[in-house]
Structure formats: structure tokens, C-alpha cells
């Protein structure tokens, strides 16, 4: 019983340091979906990075956590980062080419962000795994999993759907490899892409392709500050060629301000099925 009793103990006194290192970790989160990761496994940043791209959800979920202001394409400043001295910085791949510099002072950088929807539980996996919060993301991950597939329930509407990104006057294509691609296709939809393809996940249409493929939904994502978010919308919805399309003709031209179609969460379920509701009507 004593030799029990030690073990246990002995068990605990080993445990402890660890678990208490995980606490103690400074870390900063680059990029919205660590940091959303990170608070709902328990974990504060001590900064979170400066985006335009964060959704509204994620923007409360920050709320009392200082920004960390990033410049394209290095991302944050190297004094400000040796001064924060962190423990880990979780990073994206927009961020990469200031990586190996922070790396040189030191600090742990870690590329935390999906790329592609199904990667996000193996992502969260890993930001748990590292932070000493594996029981907290296996919790995580069960819930993405369900509300993903609560959204992805089979449908027999397909609409043709063309998703946009508008930055100032010029118009691209969501691709099927960008992410707001992905979602579009989960939710049921035929994405329109002209048949172009690019490892950035955008391109250019022409007119003539585009009326060509006639979408039925078109969604129009504006990006850039948000003061010019109206007006680069209202340039790409009176496009004088588009107006022959079903999406035009039938009223079903909308504008996604929110970001959900940018940046990847770990509430994909949820955007997926509000991409169904909202915009498809496919449920």
C-alpha cells in the first residue's frame, strides 16, 4: 500500500512541473484561428496579431488581449518581439517570411493554420498537444466534428455559386482551393471558377467567362479597410455584364462582410450551415 501510495504521489510531483509549465508559457498567437484555438482550450495570448481578416465572433473572443500590429509581409516587429520575449509564437502561412527571423532570437514559431477545412481538428490537435491541453482539444474536436457534420447533411439543390473577393477595383475568384472555396463546396454548392486554378486560391475571371458559366448565387466578399468595404462592393454589384446572369436576374447577388469565407475558425459547422441558409437555401 505504501509503495502505492508513493508511486502516485510520485506520479503527481512529476506531472505537476509540466502542467505547470503549460500555464506559464508565453505565447503569442499571430494569426485568428490560434488564438480562437487557444481560448477555448483555456489559454490567454499574451498578444494577439493585428488582422483585418478576423471574423466577429473571434473579434469578441479577443476582447482585453493586446494587438500585436503586423507589417506585410514579415509580420511583427523583431524589437517588439524580443521585448515580448515569448515562449511560442503560432503563426500562418501569410506570416512565414518573417519566421526563420524570430526563429534566430530564439523563439519557438510554429505554423498552426489549416489550409484546408479537414485539417482543422489535427490542427487544434496540435496547438493542444503543445500547450499541454490535449483533453481540452480532443473536447474541441468533438464538436467541430459534429457541427460539421450536422451542416454537411446531404441535399439535392447544387445552385452554381461564384464567390468573389473584391479588393479596391479588381475582382478574383474564389478557387477551390481557397477556403472560402472549401466552404462554399461543403455547403452544396457548384463553386464557379472558369476552370482557373492558382496555389493562392484566387484568380481572375473575364466577363465573358463568367457570364458563360451563368452562376446562380453570387457572393461578393470585399476586402481591404473598412471604410472602402461599401464601395468596393458597389463596384463589383453594378457590373454591367454580369446583369445577364440568374444570379443578377434572380435578386440573388449578396455581400459577405464578415470574413467568414477568409479566415479559418474552429466554428466551420456553423458557417457552413450558414453559408446553407443564408445564401444556397439548400437545407
Known sequence: MVTVLAAVLMAFAMA????????????????PFAAQTMIQLGVKPIRVGQTIGATPRQNRMFRGIKKLKLSHPNGPNLEVMAKLNPDIVFTSSRWSKGSSAMRRLGIRVINADPTRVTQVP???????????RSKQARRLNLSIRKGIARATRTTTKHPKVLVVLG???????FL???????????AGGSLVTGGATNSGGFARLSDEVVVAQNPDIIIVVPHGNSNDLSQVADYIL??????????????KVYV????ELLQAGTDVGPTIGMIRSKWLKNW
Open 16 to 31: 505537476a512541473p509540466h502542467a505547470e509549465a503549460a500555464k506559464q508559457k508565453r505565447v503569442v498567437a499571430i494569426s
Open 176 to 186: 477551390k482551393n481557397s477556403w472560402g472555396g472549401q466552404l462554399v463546396q461543403k
Open 238 to 251: 453594378n457590373n454591367e455584364a454580369w446583369k445577364t446572369t440568374n444570379a443578377v436576374k434572380n435578386k
Open 167 to 173: 479588393i479596391g477595383n479588381t475582382a478574383m475568384a
Open 256 to 259: 459577405s462582410v464578415n470574413n
Open 122 to 132: 489535427a490542427n487544434v490537435s496540435k496547438i493542444g498537444r503543445i500547450l499541454g
